[in-house]
């Protein structure tokens, strides 16, 4: 099966501009991750969906950042009024949940690589 | 203030060589901790990984090991190939309220092992 993909690869965008940036996770997996590695940094957690829980959000470094999941699947990380500094590879992963407190694997996708002019 | 921290930004290893990454972390309450690896343009793959209630997991030429009481744990790669040049990132978890594990990442190290 495929495993996550994400769109598109690589984002341009002038400052100011809204980005949305799309996750398709593999299928079947409940819980979604986005996260982003800034240049010479570690994956920063964003955002985590599990099955139809609340989201949780604590990750997210400002209201300018939002990310819905439809369906239970498709995932879209939205970034108003870019800044420069959120230029930074954009990653999305999930895993299976089979019981809460239980510890799965993370399957990442390639990445969206944003660059704020 | 960093919770997981890979103090070494690269490492340079001969191939046939052993390769040590080292991770520390700060927070008590981790109880799960993993390796993923990291090629260039790609998303991290999952290496291994080790709970707290053990102090070493061993899969092939990986072996990761855990010191609970110096909050440190270390991946070895024994012996050592090009194709394992890559980042490694550590990460560690533990149970949030609602039943969840997210992981905490470290900055990485990147390894390249030469011919």
């Known amino acids: 099966g495929a495993g996550v993909s994400q769109s598109p690869s690589n984002k341009v965008t002038e400052k100011g501009k809204d980005v949305e940036l799309r996750c398709d996770p593999i299928s079947g997996h409940t819980a979604l991750y986005w996260y982003r590695q800034s240049l010479g940094q570690g994956l920063e957690f964003l955002i985590y969906f599990q099955g139809n829980s609340a989201p949780d959000k604590s990750g997210l470094p400002s209201d300018r950042f939002s990310a819905e999941r439809t369906g239970g699947s498709v995932s879209t990380l939205t970034i108003q009024r870019t800044q420069q500094e959120d230029s930074a590879v954009y990653l999305c992963?999930?895993?299976?949940?089979?019981?809460?407190?239980?510890?799965?694997?993370?399957?990442f996708g390639p990445g969206t690589r944003l660059l704020v002019l | 203030d960093q919770q997981v921290k890979q103090n070494s930004p690269s490492l340079s290893v001969q191939e046939g060589r052993i390769s040590i990454l080292n991770c520390d972390y700060t927070?008590?309450?981790?109880?799960?901790f993993l390796w993923y690896k990291k090629y260039p343009a790609e998303g991290p793959t999952f290496l291994i990984s080790i709970s707290s209630i053990k102090d070493k997991n061993e899969d092939g030429r990986f072996t990761v090991f855990l010191n609970k009481s110096a909050k440190h744990l270390s991946l070895h790669i024994v012996p050592s190939q090009p194709g394992d040049s890559a980042v490694y990132f550590c990460?560690?978890?533990?149970?949030?309220?609602?039943?969840?594990?997210?992981?905490?990442f470290g900055r990485g190290t990147s390894l390249i092992v030469h011919p």
């Open positions: 990460a560690a978890s533990a149970l949030k309220s609602g039943g969840s594990y997210i992981p905490t």
């Open positions: 927070n008590s309450m981790f109880d799960y």
């Open positions: 992963a999930s895993s299976l949940v089979r019981g809460q407190g239980t510890q799965e694997t993370q399957y």
